[in-house]
């Protein structure tokens, strides 16, 4: 330890997304080790509260409101503190421009794109939560760090797994990917049962505690769609490389098979704070107060293959990938409006694929090459998708 400490200097670090769940287990690691971690940002969308309290009690330099509108309660909120405070999204860029060793991106959705760019763009060590991300400009994103210098670390555990599994191995010996999957929360549902299902079971997830977003994507599987595309960018594989595998115990929590017919894996409870401490610590290894796994206890892992028939958007984000394209910014952009619809109340929990389906077909063939063209398309597929929503017959809703 004392010779970690040596070779270490104390890190500073920004999390972009402090109040969500990643940003909160973030803090908790570095509460736990304030002598090796100083706080330089943190950032929110409009929990100013939240965001101040934060703010204070790691004694962060800038907090910073992603809702303009937020701006006067979050100033009131740190009154006679040393915290500097901005708002909107030349306040998130400042955030991420800032220059902390180590920057979590955790906005959850294409939102986190320009800031997460921004850090990477200076050459900072990029922990990598926001898998849509990847998802919208996975190609730009990752021409982007390979240009900078920067340093990406996966965080989504399945891609941590594989990140971790890979280490020291040469790329050429890589044969496949095995992206495990919980199944979410209706893996035995039928069909009809998931018509009915409502926005308080969705995000009831059996294994992770997650923000209400990623509990969906869990629930109809979208999740593991974009954790393909996620993986095909991060890992430069090829689609027919990755493979999907239910595993409702997620113990393991994914696979690397090589060219020797050796497979590693990565195990550990299903705690968040186990990848995020890997890329917190990088390249060491740091201690995590986690319950120990106990396989004895456990006594059983099983696995299976993912069901298509009743998980739509898995063949829909396979469909994407193998196309390319805009494609991939498309699913992401309406796969976001149709969660939030389902959590509003709008729409039932089928139709999420069903619309995602509807805006890919109404989004067909649209071009992109700058990230401005990708912002556009993205955009324009929100918008449609919006559209689209209106228009769904209020019959349906939960009936699809
Ligand atoms: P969350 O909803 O709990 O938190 C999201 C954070 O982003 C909050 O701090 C919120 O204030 C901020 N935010 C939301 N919209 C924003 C906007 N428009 N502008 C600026 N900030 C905004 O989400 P989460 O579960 O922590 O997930 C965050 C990201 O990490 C997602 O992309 C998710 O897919 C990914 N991820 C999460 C987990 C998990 O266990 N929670 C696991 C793997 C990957
Ligand atoms: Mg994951």
């Not at 690691?29 to 929990?47: F, G, K, W």
């Not at 067909?364 to 324009?380: K, M, R």
Request: glycine share 8%.
């Amino acid at each position: 330890m004392a010779l970690a400490l040596a070779t270490q200097p104390r890190r500073s670090v920004t999390i972009l997304g402090a109040t969500g769940s990643v940003g909160r287990s973030t803090l908790d690691l570095i509460a736990r080790a304030p002598e090796r971690y100083r706080v330089e940002a943190l950032t929110a969308h409009s929990n100013a509260d939240g965001l101040a309290a934060a703010a204070r009690t790691h004694g962060a330099r800038l907090a910073v409101v992603g809702d303009p509108a937020c701006y006067r309660r979050l100033k009131e909120a740190l009154a006679g503190s040393d915290v500097a405070v901005a708002a909107g999204s030349e306040g998130l860029a400042e955030a991420a421009a800032r220059p902390a060793d180590w920057v979590m991106a955790a906005i959850v959705g294409a939102a986190g794109l320009g800031p997460t760019l921004t850090a990477v763009r200076r050459g900072a060590m990029v922990a990598l939560a926001t898998k849509e991300c990847l998802v919208c400009a996975g190609a730009l994103l990752m021409a982007e760090v390979a240009s900078s210098g920067a340093m990406l670390l996966p965080v989504d555990s399945e891609h941590n797994a594989i990140f971790q599994a890979l280490r020291g191995e040469a790329a050429e010996s890589i044969e496949r990917l095995i992206l495990t999957a919980s199944g979410g929360p209706f893996r035995g549902h039928t069909l009809a049962e998931m018509a009915a299902v409502s926005p308080r079971e969705a995000v009831a997830h059996p294994n992770w505690s997650m923000g209400a977003k990623i509990s969906v994507d869990s629930a109809t599987m979208m999740n593991k769609g974009l954790e393909l595309i996620e993986a095909h960018h991060l890992f430069g594989l090829q689609q027919d490389q990755i493979e999907i595998l239910v595993h409702p115990e997620s113990i393991v929590h994914s696979m690397v098979a090589f060219r020797d017919g050796s497979v590693l894996a990565q195990l550990g409870q299903p705690d968040m704070r186990i990848p995020i401490a890997y890329t917190l610590g990088w390249p060491e290894r740091i201690s995590v107060p986690t319950p120990r796994l106990d396989l004895g206890r456990i006594a059983r892992l099983t696995f299976e293959a993912p069901d298509p028939a009743r998980f739509p958007a898995l063949r829909l984000a396979e469909e994407a990938l193998r196309q390319g394209g805009t494609a991939p910014t498309v699913l992401n952009a309406a796969n976001e409006i149709a969660v939030g619809a389902f959590l509003a109340g709008r729409i039932g929990f089928l139709d999420i694929a069903a619309l995602v389906e509807a805006a890919l077909e109404a989004c067909a063939g649209l071009q992109a090459e700058s990230l401005d063209d990708i912002l556009a398309v993205d955009a324009l597929a929100r918008r449609r998708t919006e559209t689209l929503v209106a228009d769904w017959s209020p019959s349906r809703a939960g009936t699809a």
